[in-house]
């Protein structure tokens, strides 16, 4: 089994910034894909940020330029550094992993796992 641990969200006045991190940890072989997504409560799980193996980063039009993420493959890890957040920012994070997992002595997969979510408040 895989698990994510998301921490450092909270409470951040307009123009402030945070950082998310995601660990992921368990029987994992190889990780793929990381990315971080948000929701809002009564609406879709919606794309923030993916950063692929190599490193190549994707970023939703109302983040660019003020988030950046970032991956450590030696810790498992995958960062989100938000700065010069806004009140429409205020949500909860998840992040979502892609991974190639050994399941069963011998058998291999690849799976997506989420993280248990973070809470963003962004208000003065």
């Known amino acids: 089994q895989v698990q994510l641990v998301e921490s450092g969200g909270g409470l951040v006045q307009p123009g402030g910034s945070l950082r998310l991190s995601c660990v992921a940890s368990?029987?994992?072989?190889?990780?793929?894909?990381m990315g971080w997504y948000r929701q809002t409560p009564g609406k879709e799980r919606e794309l923030v940020a993916r950063?692929?193996?190599?490193?190549?980063?994707t970023y939703v039009e109302a983040v660019q330029g003020r988030f950046t993420i970032s991956r450590d493959n030696a810790k498992k890890t995958v960062y989100l550094q938000m700065n010069s957040l806004k009140p429409e920012d205020t949500d909860v994070y998840y992040c979502?992993?892609?991974?190639?997992?050994?399941?069963?002595?011998?058998?291999?997969?690849?799976?997506?796992?989420w993280g248990q979510g973070t809470q963003v408040t962004v208000s003065s």
């Open positions: 368990g029987s994992i072989l190889s990780v793929n894909d």
């Open positions: 950063i692929s193996s190599g490193g190549t980063t």
């Open positions: 979502n992993v892609e991974v190639l997992e050994e399941y069963r002595v011998w058998r291999r997969r690849t799976s997506t796992y």
